[in-house]
């Protein structure tokens, strides 16, 4: 059955009549979870089920955000507290090597469990490079503030949560280390200069541009395009993400109902879509948004629906191994570098 190119949400632990028909009309791509969806394991994988049972797809991707530190969906009493990505830089320039292995732990034990709950994607890793005076909206979320030694983490967080069953999301392409202001509030704006930001802030990117699938940012870069933020700006997806970088896969949004981006719901679909992102994320779970997503994304095909196959078959089964030992190891490496 087609799909429409947008991922959704849903208001709380289970699915309401309306968000089953919704889903059923509407045909998402993908589903994505927040705290107001979680409970416990059990109720978890059943909302995962309601969704895929809805669409009538056993194989769709769910998402989460479970990057360890502030951003963690899943958390205590049910699941671990894993650690902010910078805990992995600060290992890694004490270790090299101990803060790779530390970062390839974490994701593996964090895929683990999501594919617990049959949750298959995470929004991770990160590659931006957070500098002075930037808002502390990425802070400790990032691995460092070198390029090449942010990319190589992150590849290790990607190696990690594929051994695990789960495909990884690249974000913030091309940069939200600079912003200024949080996207969830307003719109920040960059005023670098672009031969900086090649040699920083796209540089971080570079050496990830074969992930499946990747996340935009909401920020506006002024040397490249003065008034469109990255994510519906086809002069930074052409030029930049899909150019510069070579991000060739699947391209998506971050949440369209961010207060960063301007108009309706529905224009707000419209220009990501004219821009070039692939797919359109919503993220609140408010359902008369959701509807306007839906009546604007358009059948998922051509190139968009190609990227999104080769993501999707991009997942490999999980890698057995002993959960216990990796979580022993991980604390003992980054208590080592408090």
Same mark, same amino acid.
């Given at each position: ?6 991922i959704t949400g849903a ?64 958390? $205590? ?71 090449? *030694? ?20 690249? *974000? ?21 200069? *672009? ?11 570079? $050496?990830?541009?074969?992930? $499946? ?80 997503v839906a009546s604007e994304? $358009? ?29 022993? *190891? ?9």
């Open positions: 059955m087609s799909t429409r190119a947008f208001s709380g632990l289970g699915l309401t009549m309306q968000e089953r028909e919704f889903l059923r009309a509407g045909r998402p791509w993908g589903f994505i979870l927040f705290k107001r969806n979680i409970d416990n394991p059990l109720q978890v994988a059943r909302l995962v089920q309601e969704f895929r049972e809805a669409i009538e797809d056993g194989d769709a991707p769910v998402l989460i955000d479970q990057e360890g530190g502030r951003v963690q969906r899943l958390g $205590p009493p049910h699941w671990p507290v894993y650690p902010a990505g910078a805990t992995f830089g600060a290992l890694y320039d004490r270790d090299q090597a101990a803060g790779l292995e530390a970062a390839r732990l974490g994701a593996q034990l964090i895929a683990a469990d999501l594919a617990d709950l049959g949750i298959t994607v995470d929004c991770l890793p990160l590659a931006d490079v957070p500098v002075p005076g930037a808002d502390a909206v990425i802070g400790d979320r990032a691995y460092g503030t070198d390029p090449l *030694k942010v990319a190589t983490i992150a590849r290790a967080v990607t190696e990690g949560l594929e051994q695990g069953g789960v495909l990884p999301v690249l *974000k913030h392409i091309p940069g939200h280390g600079r912003a200024t202001a949080d996207t969830h509030h307003r719109l920040p704006i960059v005023d670098t200069l *672009k031969d900086e930001l090649e040699a920083v802030d796209f540089a971080a990117f570079r $050496p990830l541009s074969d992930l $499946p699938m990747a996340m935009t940012a909401h920020v506006v870069f002024s040397a490249i395009d003065a008034t469109q933020p990255a994510t519906t700006s086809a002069t930074i997806i052409e030029q930049v993400i899909r150019g510069s970088i070579g991000f060739q896969g699947l391209l998506m949004s971050d949440d369209v109902s961010m207060n960063a981006l301007t108009g309706s719901i529905a224009q707000r679909t419209r220009a990501i879509v004219a821009a070039g992102c692939d797919m359109v994320l919503h993220c609140n779970g408010q359902l008369d948004e959701m509807r306007q994304a $358009p059948e998922l095909s051509g190139v968009a629906l190609d990227r999104a196959r080769r993501a999707l078959a991009a997942r490999r089964p999980p890698q057995p191994f002993d959960r216990e030992a990796a979580r022993a *190891k991980l604390d003992a490496l980054t208590a080592a570098s408090a």
